[in-house]
């Protein structure tokens, strides 16, 4: 209910001329419009000569706040001021027009005769919370946001109810951006609507424009937690404004400081790691799963914090930098946890993980090889989990060199999974091996006739896929040029990511006339990606954004380009601007959907 009449209230405020349309259905006439758009227009002088006439007509105050608005524009006070006392007259009941009446003293610089109007009007507010609303938002019809403000207030004390109201408060406050009380106004109302937090986050974060914001909001939560130190919403709250300055280890501090507070079993803190991981911050999720390890192995969260950690190591260690030292040390914990409690479809994950550690990390194929056939064999594994053990195995094969027996394996899991997801996996994989070998008529093929795909994601990759092979394989320099973006691809397969750069950019020197050139950029901003280089990647995508605007490659380098600049360098201007440029120019890209949810969410459509 609090929602619709929010709702109501904006819709009074921002669209008058909507309100008089809906209410009176004469307005529909050639004059009504063309009043209206002239004062749309700014146009006021013919506006005014149109209104006068239809609001002498009875009945017709449906055109009042056009035609009084007018009149104010127009400065022609002493007119205003007989039409609204004359209006007034008529409906005494109606408070709109003693407002309208201090607001046209306002307009005159009259401040004491407008704000004794007001003042009367507050004084006199009936213990009735409809009659209340209804006198706030007609202070909000004629743009009085404080007096607003204060009738929701005194409303709230005259019926003894700090908790009402809140959504129209939260509102004006937004719209104003009266921070100060935008942040007051959500502390006070958290704990009793814990509902509003993700709203909190979206506002303030789109309020906020700069550190001293955050460290303002700080305070304030802290003085809160001082006053109810087991509120687990000022957490929360507290643990969001760290991330947001980047500060995760601050947030950590917190969150272990209220576990020992509260003597809590540790909920409130593994949730929070996924926040922490989902923002990067491996290191601190690591720390916040050791201080959980410590409550023991009685403890609900001990063995989930004991395999997430392991995974999110996994996450660290395998993205950007890392030493084989580190990895080896991983593959030895992961093979500690399944000594420690075997290998059955629970550790599952554990022998996925230790196999592609070995296979791509620790060259060491022949034991993830082993590993994975022998996980085939262990008994309750579901169908899907050893469709997937399978796909895993085909592309280990590869790097044992036994392609056909990959050839083999993603064919059986093609007709075991036909037409379902994990089917057209196995087909499409099988299309990028062919694609690896050069064998590029067959490789075409598959793609083709997955460009039916139920999945966009393997549809959209068969499509690329089958549009690279066609586009390059006209001349045997073309097919000879794509021959190498294969070999350098394979590389890419392999984990060899220098290996692969050093090929790409190898085929501009023996093909210089090649048409590769925006699959080459794509290719090694994916590269730089995963060796969390985003500043090159970046450097690549603009390049394909900029000079291949009919590329097969555009709509993914803009899609890209805004999913970096949102996540990982913090520009959420630049981020706006290419999920926009892909939704204007590609609008039947796959992407195009994602984007636009990306883009209203980062200009803050999705709050309500």
């Not at 009043?35 to 609001?55: C, H, N, P, S, T």
């Not at 690549?540 to 555009?554: E, S």
Request: hydrophobic letters at 40%; a neutral charge; charged letters at 25%.
């Amino acid at each position: 209910m609090n929602r619709l009449i929010t709702f109501a209230f904006f819709i009074l405020s921002f669209n008058v001329q909507a309100q008089i349309i809906n209410n009176n259905s004469s307005f529909l006439s050639e004059d009504n419009n063309l009043a209206i758009q002239y004062y749309r227009d700014g146009d006021y002088e013919k506006a005014v000569v149109l209104l006068e006439k239809m609001f002498a007509n009875p009945n017709n105050e449906g055109y009042f706040d056009v035609y009084f608005n007018s009149l104010l524009k127009l400065k022609r006070y002493d007119v205003a001021e007989k039409v609204v006392k004359k209006v007034m007259k008529q409906h005494q009941e109606n408070d709109a027009y003693p407002i309208a009446l201090g607001k046209l003293y306002q307009e005159k610089g009259d401040v004491q005769a407008a704000n004794k109007i007001f003042n009367d009007i507050i004084a006199k507010l009936p213990k009735d919370e409809f009659k209340i609303r209804n006198l706030a938002n007609n202070f909000y019809r004629f743009e009085n946001y404080d007096l607003a403000v204060q009738t929701f207030k005194q409303g709230r004390k005259i019926l003894a109810n700090e908790q009402l109201f809140t959504y129209e408060l939260l509102n004006i406050y937004r719209y104003k951006k009266d921070k100060p009380m935008l942040m007051q106004e959500y502390l006070d109302i958290l704990p009793s609507t814990p509902q509003l937090l993700p709203q909190a986050e979206n506002v303030l974060s789109m309020i906020f424009e700069d550190k001293s914001d955050y460290q303002n909001f700080q305070a304030a939560i802290l003085r809160k937690i001082q006053k109810a130190p087991d509120a687990e919403i000022y957490i929360q709250l507290l643990t969001w404004n760290y991330i947001q300055q980047q500060e995760f280890d601050a947030a950590l501090r917190q969150l272990i400081a209220f576990d020992k507070r509260t003597k809590a079993d540790g909920g409130t803190l593994f949730n929070a790691t996924y926040i922490f991981i989902d923002n990067d911050a491996y290191e601190t999720a690591i720390k916040a799963y050791e201080y959980l390890l410590t409550k023991g192995k009685e403890n609900q969260y001990y063995l989930p914090s004991k395999i997430e950690m392991l995974n999110t190591r996994y996450n660290l260690q395998t993205s950007g930098k890392y030493t084989a030292a580190d990895l080896n040390l991983l593959a030895k914990d992961y093979q500690g946890l399944l000594d420690e409690n075997g290998k059955n479809r629970n550790t599952l994950f554990a022998i996925k993980k230790l196999a592609n550690l070995q296979a791509y990390y620790l060259n060491e194929p022949g034991k993830a090889e082993k590993g994975l056939e022998e996980a085939l064999q262990m008994p309750g594994i579901s169908a899907a989990d050893l469709g997937q053990l399978k796909l895993d195995l085909g592309d280990v094969y590869i790097l044992t060199n036994q392609p056909w027996e990959a050839f083999l394996v993603y064919e059986q899991v093609s007709k075991q999974f036909e037409s379902q997801p994990i089917g057209n996996e196995a087909r499409f994989r099988s299309a990028k091996l062919s694609f690896y070998q050069g064998n590029f008529d067959y490789s075409n093929g598959q793609c083709q006739v997955l460009k039916a795909a139920t999945s966009q994601l393997i549809a959209n990759d068969a499509l690329n896929l089958s549009l690279l092979i066609s586009d390059n394989i006209q001349t045997p320099t073309d097919s000879n040029a794509l021959k190498m973006y294969a070999d350098a691809e394979m590389l890419v397969f392999r984990n060899l990511p220098a290996q692969a750069v050093k090929k790409l950019d190898s085929i501009g020197i023996s093909y210089p006339q090649n048409g590769l050139a925006d699959a080459i950029l794509m290719s090694k901003a994916k590269i730089f990606i995963k060796s969390a280089d985003f500043q090159k990647a970046a450097e690549m995508l603009k390049n394909i954004a900029d000079n291949f605007k009919d590329g097969i490659w555009t709509d993914d380098a803009l899609f890209t380009l805004g999913d970096l600049y949102e996540k990982k360098l913090n520009d959420i201007a630049q981020a706006k601007s290419y999920f926009q440029k892909l939704i204007t120019d590609y609008p039947g890209s796959m992407f195009s959907a994602e984007a636009r949810k990306r883009f209203r969410n980062l200009r803050g459509d999705g709050v309500s």
